[in-house]
């Protein structure tokens, strides 16, 4: 990898570029809302399933998310036996201080009663291949599955006791969408020598000592940032890696959002499009 320290790697990509990605969405019929990505050769599907729960006791007037993460075996040998059970977890749970908040997404939208009722919204994340920048494409993945997801307006009305009766509306244009502006994208940005990169295959990663996974909004606002891997980085590289990230991260949203309602608006005639290829 002594190429990287001339700013070339062995696809050709500049340290800041990403690999071409295509992204569906609406592809599984039973959830609210679900997307599919491919990112270079890492496969991520996600779906979003909308169900009434009780609200938290410390906010009573807000929903919240769930993350589940399903390691395939046959996305990479790695993920057999616990391999793929310790690295779901640690997916899990990253994503959940990541989305699962109020400057990510409306939480108080997904109140129904307060105290009583809420929307909860459960993501499933299935690893169907991968070949390195899992955090990235998994949370790209989100973001469009938040978009598509469509929940049903709620009435709620009193029965002849006083007591509450919750009524779903079954008519698929009477729903409810989530703004997804606010929601966060993962930069995962690998140390490799002195130089640092951005969507690393699975060989740039066996190369790097250590990556720091950064979560930026439209607006470049850093939202979390946690460091991966055994090797310690200096906090000079820590400063120009959190930098790149708030760049590369930014210019993730607009062109996202872009593919996102121009699919919409095909309607069924949509085909799979890329970005940023």
């Known amino acids: 990898m002594a190429a990287v320290q001339d ?4 696809d050709g990509r500049r340290c800041e570029d990403y690999r071409h990605m295509e992204i569906e969405t609406d592809v599984v019929s039973n959830t609210d809302g679900s997307a599919k990505i491919s990112l270079g050769h890492t496969d991520v599907l996600v779906g979003v399933k909308a169900e ?3 609200p938290k006791p410390t906010v009573p007037n807000e929903g919240y998310l769930e993350f589940f993460v399903d390691c395939s075996a046959n996305a990479t040998p790695e993920f057999e036996g616990r391999g793929g059970e310790e690295l779901g977890v640690e997916l899990s749970n990253i994503l959940y201080k990541v989305f ?3 400057h990510s997404v409306d939480l108080r939208s997904l109140c129904i009663c307060p105290g009583e009722n809420c ?4 993501v499933d994340v299935l690893l169907l291949q991968c070949d390195g920048n899992l955090f990235d494409a998994i949370s790209i993945a989100i ?12 009435r709620i009305s009193e029965d002849e006791e006083g007591g509450k009766e919750i009524e779903l509306s079954d008519d698929p244009y009477d729903c409810m969408r989530l703004n997804v502006e606010n929601v966060p994208c993962i930069v995962t940005l690998c140390k490799i020598g002195h130089r640092h990169v951005v969507d690393a295959t699975l060989l740039e990663k066996a190369c790097s000592v250590a990556s720091l996974l950064i979560s930026v909004t439209h607006k470049g606002m850093v939202t979390c940032v946690r460091k991966m891997g055994r090797g310690s980085l200096d906090p ?5 890696m959190t930098e790149a990230g708030k760049r590369v991260g930014k210019t993730l949203h607009a062109p996202l959002m872009e593919l996102l309602q121009k699919e919409e608006s095909l309607g069924k005639k949509r085909q799979k499009v890329g970005f940023l290829g």
């Open 52 to 54: 009434i729960g009780k």
């Open 119 to 122: 929307w909860v919204l459960y």
């Open 7 to 10: 700013g070339i790697r062995l």
């Open 143 to 154: 973001k469009a599955a938040l978009f598509n997801t469509r929940i049903p307006k709620v």
């Open 100 to 102: 699962n908040n109020r």
């Open 236 to 240: 000079e590289s820590i400063f120009e």
